[in-house]
């Protein structure tokens, strides 16, 4: 070490020896006093409450958990999707993080001796402490100016976010101001280089007002403890005890490593079906203690709600204020609901139509971005699945249009309630063979129900078929033995009726020896892929865009010059946040000759949902503006001659927007499979 160091740092032993050595030691109890007291306030405050939900294992896999949760909490992975958010919130933690270990080591270097190293050490401490708290003012000040200047619609300011940011200012300037005038006390000045290890507090002296030393030490001393370290500590205690929005510094990293590692599509089951007393959740105890810790880990950072289709169509459905609400139920019903040797528990109080309205929990898509954009893994979707469960199960009261639904699925295996020798007439002049004709086959190719009954997607299919037959592929149908894969049964809430349905399927698949599945729908290939292995039906499921980007991949298809065409896609929410895929759908139109592709706005894993998902698509929108008009302005506004799509739920929304628009005769809506066959004909047209 540089002797001037040395020099300086020997004129600072008295200070070590008669203010930080106590310090240290007075900090280590205070430190082991709050560790006591938290682990106290948190059982009290938040395990006794998670305890009152069901089981839900989420400790296997713990090396992929401790990968995410290094790679959210410490490197911010999901928290960059927005960049200025993002830096302010990277700022403050890595800032925190920074001061918490420069003051560790700063406060107990001492305990190790006033040796050179240890000098060396408490300088390292001094400028790394320094540097975090610059880096937490900065983050602060960006914070402030969201909050209080910007004001974005997604964010809602309380009395506990007015506090935070003033008394951390205040800790950390009074830390500065304490530091610095111990350096302006001293009679030889500062070594050279002091900015490197004092970056901020070495540049205060030159603006101060020195007073004689002698009497000032023991005053500093005091002004140091009673107006830096006091407001710490308490500020600490605050933390430890207090219901503040700085509870997610733990809670939020805690709801990162127990997130669901299940596939993202697919919905949880009840558990022992078949003995269960009750189905989904009528009451706040019901969740599983892990969506218990999801409602306590919200922050309220306002990012579900700008992504939320039916918010931002004016539905009643904030999935923000929907966690907060089922977080103030807990929080103020919670405790009741503990049951004491002297107190019985007390009669819970009703979810729907109580706290959460009827409205509010049929007007979500299922589009699953609230899940998509939370920092933490927060989603709303999974609990108004519970909800809807309890709704249609325990009390038969649901919307009145799926009642038909319903009768349609349980009878007829399809939405529309049309006879299932139907299922297989677009197929006939095609030549397709059914398994029963040929089991034989290397792919069972699952055209689902739109495919099946509905006029324009039988036309997707026949596209389908045409590109199959060309390549060779090995493949037949099920025909009037398919049955639908159940999926808007389960995300209507019908568990029992998605049950009878999966197992049927499960049955035919089982008896034809079916290992491979080809879907055009992504909720049959979802349902399929992601949800059937829990009723025991493994299979290798693929969707048709992953096929063709294959098949053009390995030059089995050629694509001939069609009309030049400006193209945009619309990103199914099954396929894309559900399942990831998002560049086979691209590469396969950047592939068509005479194909210019924009992007939306809203695209990839920030896709506009179509509107038909989660069972609206049999339901109409009473309330505020068509989901799917506001997508379809959000396609025109790139003055297109195509809105592409891979998912027939998606093509009817689309369709129908568009004719609500006027604008079908100018712009039309192909299924991607219909462009690749076309283009093999070399009759790409916009028409």
């Known amino acids: 070490m540089d002797p001037t160091y040395l020099s300086f740092w020997a004129k600072q032993n008295a200070y070590l ?14 430190l082991i006093g709050l560790a006591g007291l938290f682990v106290y306030t948190f059982r009290q405050q938040h395990y006794r409450l998670w305890r009152l939900g069901k089981e839900e294992d989420c400790s296997d896999r713990i090396s992929e958990r401790l990968k995410t949760f290094f790679s959210v909490v410490f490197g911010h992975a999901r928290f960059w999707r927005e960049g200025y958010p993002g830096t302010m919130h990277f700022l403050i933690f890595w800032g925190t993080f920074l001061l918490f270990l420069g003051k560790g080591i700063r406060v107990f270097s001492p305990l190790t ?3 050179a190293p240890a000098q060396s050490i408490y300088l390292f401490a001094s400028s790394v402490s320094e540097i975090g708290g610059g880096m937490i003012i900065l983050g602060g000040l960006m914070a402030v100016t969201r909050r209080f200047i910007i004001k974005p619609a997604r964010l809602d300011s309380k009395p506990d976010d007015h506090l935070k940011y003033l008394w951390v200012l205040v800790i950390l300037l009074t830390g500065y101001l304490v530091k610095g005038y111990r350096f302006a006390l001293s009679n030889e000045g500062l070594p050279p280089d002091s900015f490197l290890w004092a970056p901020i507090s070495s540049a205060l002296p030159r603006f101060m007002l020195v007073l004689p030393s002698e009497p000032l030490n023991e005053l500093l001393v005091w002004h140091r403890i009673l107006i830096h370290a006091i407001p710490a500590i308490a500020f600490f205690g605050y933390i430890v005890v207090s219901r503040s929005s700085l509870e997610h510094i733990y809670l939020s990293a805690l709801n990162v490593f127990y997130r669901s590692l299940k596939p993202k599509g697919a919905v949880r089951p009840i558990p022992n079906f078949e003995e269960a007393e009750t189905y989904g959740v009528s009451e706040i105890k019901e969740f599983t203690w892990k969506q218990l810790l999801d409602l306590e880990a919200c922050t309220r950072c306002g990012r579900c709600q700008d992504n ?22 807990l929080l103020t019903q919670g405790g009741a609901l503990i049951p004491t040797e002297q107190i019985p528990p007390a009669e819970p109080s009703p979810l729907v139509g109580g706290v959460i309205s009827e409205d509010t929990l049929w007007s979500c898509t299922a589009c699953l971005n609230c899940y998509e954009q939370c920092p933490v893994f927060i989603s709303g979707f ?11 199960l325990m009390e038969s009261r649901f919307p009145g249009e799926l009642k038909e639904v ?17 299922r297989a007439d677009w197929a006939a002049a095609l030549g397709v063979k059914t398994l029963a004709e040929n089991p034989e086959v290397e792919w069972l190719y699952f055209p689902g129900c739109f495919k099946g009954f509905d006029d324009r997607n039988k036309k997707v299919a026949i596209a389908v078929v045409k590109i199959l037959q060309r390549v060779g592929l090995s493949f037949g149908i099920l025909g009037p033995e398919e049955g639908c894969c159940g999926d808007p049964a389960r995300r209507m809430g019908n568990e029992y009726l998605y049950s009878m349905l999966v197992e049927k399927n499960i049955e035919t698949f089982e008896r034809y020896r079916i290992k491979k599945i080809l879907t055009t729908c992504p909720h049959c290939y979802n349902t399929l892929k992601n949800e059937y292995p829990q009723f025991g039906g493994n299979f290798e499921v693929i969707h048709q865009t992953e096929l063709l980007k294959a098949l053009l991949d390995q030059r089995k298809i050629t694509l001939h010059n069609g009309s030049r065409l400006i193209v945009t896609y619309h990103d199914s929410c099954y396929l894309g946040r559900y399942n990831q895929i998002y560049e086979p759908q691209r590469h396969i139109l950047k592939a068509i000759p005479g194909v210019t592709l924009k992007e939306m706005e809203r695209s990839h894993d920030r896709s506009f949902c179509c509107g038909g998902g989660g069972g609206r698509m049999w339901m109409e929108e009473h309330q505020g503006r068509r989901i799917n008009e506001m997508r379809v302005d959000q396609a025109l506004a ?10 027939p739920y998606c093509l009817t929304m689309l369709e129908d927007g568009l004719k609500a628009r006027g604008k079908d005769d100018s712009v039309k809506v192909y299924d991607i499979a219909e462009l690749i066959e076309r283009s093999m004909d070399g009759q790409t047209k916009s028409s």
């Open 17 to 30: 020896l008669n203010v930080i050595y106590p310090v240290s030691i007075g900090s280590l109890i205070i």
């Open 113 to 115: 001796g006033l040796t």
């Open 308 to 329: 939320c289709p039916a918010h931002l169509s004016e539905k009643p459905l904030n999935p923000k204020k929907l966690i907060q609400d089922l977080k103030a139920h």
């Open 382 to 392: 999974d609990k108004i699945i519970d909800m809807r469960r309890s709704s249609v």
């Open 406 to 422: 319903f009768r349609a699925m349980e009878r007829k295996s399809n939405p529309w309630g049309v006879e299932k020798s139907q």
């Open 638 to 647: 790139l003055g297109p001659n195509v809105i592409a799509t891979a998912c």
